[in-house]
């Protein structure tokens, strides 16, 4: 099975592959279907971002900088 094979992955490996997996699923919107307490929540902290946008960086960057890792 695909999970036993992934096993021996190191944390990085495998929360690389679980984002590209939710990518994937994520690709068609309709398909995801959120609650109102999670849309709150992203529309809290999207509003969040907008007032301060300087913390963090993007989710690109950080996650190039964990592929580099690997």
Do not use: C, F
């Not at 997996?21 to 849309?39: F, P, R």
């Amino acid at each position: 099975m695909i999970v036993d094979s992934m096993k021996d992955l190191s944390r990085a490996e495998k929360i690389l592959i679980l984002n590209d997996l939710w990518d994937d699923l994520a690709t068609d919107e309709a398909q995801v279907e959120l609650s109102e307490e999670n849309k709150r929540t992203l529309d809290e902290r999207w509003q969040l971002l907008h007032e301060d946008p300087g913390p963090g960086d993007p989710w690109k960057m950080v996650k190039d900088r964990i592929a580099e890792s690997l």
